[in-house]
T-cell receptor
Framework: GAGVSQSPSNKVTEKGKDVELRCDPI?????LYWYRQSLGQGLEFLIY????????KSGLPSDRFSAERTGGSVSTLTIQRTQQEDSAVYLC???????????FGEGSRLTVL | GNSVTQMEGPVTLSEEAFLTINCTYT??????LFWYVQYPGEGLQLLLK?????DKGSNKGFEATYRKETTSFHLEKGSVQVSDSAVYFC???????????FGAGTRLFVKA
């Protein structure tokens, strides 16, 4: 596709359920990033992939959060046993290797009831 | 650690007014500085950037100058339009780093 694609665009779930958020980056972009945007907050860095490896996972808020990337393309962010404080917009971005400009998707809005 | 602080919004202006959104940063060395914009219903997109001190980034009538002495990168536009209504994010990236750090964002409303 022409841009970064994220799905679902909206997800409402019950506390304690697991959710998966998907990101399809721009073709040829080897770097992929996940950020979280909470109401009134800036963008919180979660994790970065270069190819299939994640050199820095330090931004993941807890061990309930995990992410993987396969084939150097699609990435999945998984949140286990969701809590209400996980409610936020999860943004994915991609870039050419070592390039500074990030290209963002429209985000996945997660609401945990 | 590195951080970005930008003025709180919302900022409400009339069309053709002058815009300034303040941004200051804390970082070691000489980071690259960015302004991203998020229009309603769209993803963030790069508006402009500057990679070294005294550089001026510009795009779509917006400008920002990298001020090392004041650690600032204020966004300005001489005459705003209704179509400029959006959320603006200031950001930095350390030289050779991979992590872009964002401010909290400033929402701009422009009235006709």
């Amino acid at each position: 596709g022409a841009g970064v694609s994220q799905s679902p665009s909206n997800k409402v779930t019950e506390k304690g359920k697991d959710v998966e958020l998907r990101c399809d980056p721009i073709s040829g972009h080897t770097a992929l990033y996940w950020y979280r945007q909470s109401l009134g907050q800036g963008l919180e860095f979660l994790i970065y992939f270069q190819g299939n490896s994640a050199p820095d996972k330090s931004g993941l808020p807890s061990d309930r959060f995990s992410a993987e990337r396969t084939g150097g393309s699609v990435s999945t962010l998984t949140i286990q046993r969701t809590q209400q404080e996980d409610s936020a917009v999860y943004l994915c971005a991609s870039s050419l290797a070592r390039a500074e400009e990030l290209f963002f998707g429209e985000g996945s809005r997660l609401t945990v009831l | 650690g590195n951080s970005v602080t930008q003025m709180e919004g919302p900022v409400t202006l009339s069309e053709e007014a002058f815009l300034t959104i303040n941004c200051t940063y804390t970082a070691t060395g000489y980071p690259s500085l960015f302004w991203y914009v998020q229009y309603p219903g769209e993803g963030l997109q790069l508006l402009l950037k500057a990679t070294k001190a005294d550089d001026k980034g510009s795009n779509k009538g917006f400008e920002a100058t990298y001020r090392k002495e004041t650690t600032s990168f204020h966004l300005e536009k001489g005459s705003v339009q209704v179509s400029d209504s959006a959320v603006y994010f200031c950001a930095l990236r350390s030289t050779g780093g991979f992590k872009t750090i964002f401010g909290a964002g400033t929402r701009l409303f422009v009235k006709a």
